[in-house]
């Protein structure tokens, strides 16, 4: 049931963006809105549900890369940094920054699902600089200048200024990084 209802409501939030109301979910699933209220107490906690949820599928992705033999480690690293579920691709990031003012608690959490789960990555790199694919680096630099690219893309005004999708953007600032580095 839980799954059910973020589907739902990752359907609905790609309408409407995080402005949808319960009723809209409700509506959608075809469902009460006591039957979501028995799963989720209010809309910040469906949120929050709703950002972990998203970040599992992103980190199963990840996990398939970086297990795909077939790919060269910078291919692998490259693809990494920029996998994002291929149903999430119509969705409209730039409504995030309504997600940082109206639910706190849910950006909080995008921050720290964004700052967390680097082994993989940290893991290519340091492999890429072995192999000599990757020119050495610092590990936290590299971290924090995706990090705050992807928060400044997300929160900010630059999908809208730039008439940018986010997989295009994450693309591009991938890109960047990426060959930055390469030898």
Request: hydrophobic share 40%; net charge negative.
């Amino acid at each position: 049931m839980v799954e059910r209802i973020l589907e739902g409501a990752l359907n609905v939030f790609k309408k409407k963006g995080p402005k949808f109301t319960m009723d809209d979910i409700a509506s959608e699933m075809k469902m009460s809105k006591k039957t979501i209220y028995t799963v989720f107490n209010d809309k910040n906690e469906l949120m929050c549900a709703m950002v972990d949820y998203t970040f599992d599928l992103i980190k199963e992705a990840e996990d398939r890369v970086y297990n795909d033999n077939t790919l060269s480690t910078v291919d692998k690293l490259r693809s990494i940094l920029v996998v994002l579920p291929e149903k999430y691709y119509a969705y409209d990031f730039s409504a995030m920054q309504v997600l940082a003012a109206k639910y706190p608690k849910a950006y909080q959490m995008l921050k720290e699902r964004l700052e967390s789960g680097w082994d993989k990555t940290f893991d290519l790199l340091k492999k890429g600089m072995e192999e000599g694919s990757v020119r050495e680096i610092s590990l936290p630099v590299f971290k924090l200048m995706y990090e705050s690219s992807i928060e400044r893309i997300l929160v900010g005004d630059f999908l809208k200024e730039n008439n940018m999708r986010y997989p295009e953007a994450l693309e591009n600032m991938a890109s960047v990084l990426i060959d930055g580095i390469l030898v």
